[in-house]
């Protein structure tokens, strides 16, 4: 889409990421001012000091999203590095070359792989491997990177072996678990910042609002109120939780898929239900809908837990077996090993082997069909066991996983503590924002003037329930199951309105 627009020679300190993202810059400014003038021509209809604000904020957004962009891309291999080097090493002590063993580790790793293949495909046209590495080091400001590349390169060049390398993977992992425990003070402020955004804001708005009238001269609109209240300050909220979701240390093995846009149906139909004077029936149907996503997806989501959980049980079991192994006996021992769900997978692949299809189309749909990246890694490293008659090496890789749900647990109680600060939001905020309307509501019956305080409490249920699914998602992000999202939407959602409406002053 970029190629549209026209070519506009403005530099800035993003250059050098537009440069590592391969995109030009000439024509990126170009997009920048082009739909930044859109943003200005549409702020004319408001005045034309939004319309300069409206352009501010876009082309500011255009200057600093490459920089978004490279610090995401770091995140994603920096989280994923350590036991990319924990495969690679792994690889080379089974005798698999360097360069394949290279593309093999990668495949786990949708970053990683696009640029290991760019690393091969430079060693294919006459670029050395050394001189490959280094560029990709240095595309990335990324002192963790560096530093895994540089020990790389090293080993290369020495004829190291894959010990070695396996050692900087332990390493850099271990440096990924400090990070985690840095990030608590982090998020204990952030989840402060979010309750001050979502519960004092409002209320000083509202005061703002309803004593300004009389006390200010201060003419706020119904219709500012409403922007303020179901706009403003949730995206307030979502741009905090943004920068949390930025800053806080991802996890390599966190199953990832786009966002079911669905999840937000019971959210919207219960708001539509407030705006419009049909409370009931938009609370029934919107539970409705959202009960039906928690019946959905919690069988497909316990199942998935419990088959990655008894993994490094069943590589444990088979670790033992002679090195020639053939994977229809492997997945026999899967079968009878009592490993639950996991072994009625074992069966379907079994008796795929014994319709002839191939191994790697048959490890591809283990995981395929499982939709786990832990699965993925392990179906590839299986597959070059397998090939090499190395499946007495199966206990490294058991051991690899291990690792990986020990990154995951202390992710989860990473995010424990602004978890529960949005749970205890939903209780906080109604409370807070009704007292405020009670002390207002005796303010404005003092003047005679009570419209405005029956406008507001209107829009306070909506906004709660904007507010519970804001919190819901974040929360589902944050513990890695997306799909989660209906059940905290609806007790978040039910425990913030009976506050609101139960609690009497």
Known sequence: MICYFPEVDIKSSSDGCLKALDISRKKYMGMAVSVSLGFAFFGLFFGFPESMLAFAFAFSFFLVYPKMEIQKRIGEIETTLPFFLRSLGMLMTLGI?????????????????????????????????????????????????????????????????????????????????????????????????????????????????????????????????????????????????????????????????????????????????????LEIPGLIIGAGIGGYFIFRNYGREKRLEEIEARLPDALFSVSGLPKSTNAEKLFRIFEE????????????????????????????????????????????????????????????????????????????????????????????????????????DGISSLMEETAVIGFAAALVPPYLVIYATIASIAIAEGEGKRSSSAIYLLLLSVASLATFHFISL
């Not at 890789?397 to 749970?423: C, M, P």
């Open 97 to 277: 070359p360097f360069e394949k063993a290279l593309a093999t580790a990668a495949r786990g790793n949708e970053r990683l792989n696009e640029e290991m293949k760019i690393i091969l495909k430079q060693a294919k046209d006459g670029i050395t491997i050394q001189r490959a590495f280094l560029g990709f080091a240095k595309k990335y400001p990324s002192l963790d990177i560096k530093r895994a590349v540089s020990q790389v390169v090293t080993i290369y060049e020495t004829g190291g072996n894959g010990i070695q390398i396996k050692q900087i993977g332990d390493e850099l992992l271990a440096i990924q678990k400090h990070k985690l425990r840095e990030y608590s003070s982090k998020s204990a402020m952030i989840g402060l910042v979010l309750i001050l955004s979502t519960a004092i804001l409002p209320t000083f708005f509202l005061v703002y609002a309803v004593a300004g009238r009389f006390a200010l001269s201060a003419e706020i609109t119904d219709w500012q109120i409403s922007v303020a209240m179901l706009l403003l300050f949730p995206a307030i909220s979502i741009g905090i939780l943004a920068v949390s979701k930025s800053v806080m240390p991802r996890s390599a093995f966190a199953n990832k898929g786009k966002f079911d846009f669905a999840m937000l149906g019971p959210g919207a139909i219960i708001i539509l239900g407030f705006l419009t004077g």
């Open 337 to 440: 090993g009592e490993f639950g769900e996991l072994s009625n997978e074992a069966k379907k692949s079994r008796r795929q082997i014994k319709m002839n299809v191939k191994m790697d189309k048959v490890l591809e749909d283990f995981w395929e069909r499982n939709n786990s990246s832990m699965l993925k890694r392990a179906c590839i490293m299986i597959e070059e066991m397998i090939a090499t008659n190395s499946l007495d090496r199966l206990s490294m890789l058991a051991e690899d996983i291990i690792s990986g749900f020990q990154i995951k647990r202390e992710h989860a109680q990473l995010f424990s503590l602004q978890k529960y600060t949005l749970i205890f939001g939903a209780l906080l905020v109604p409370l807070i924002l009704k007292i405020t309307l009670y002390l207002l």
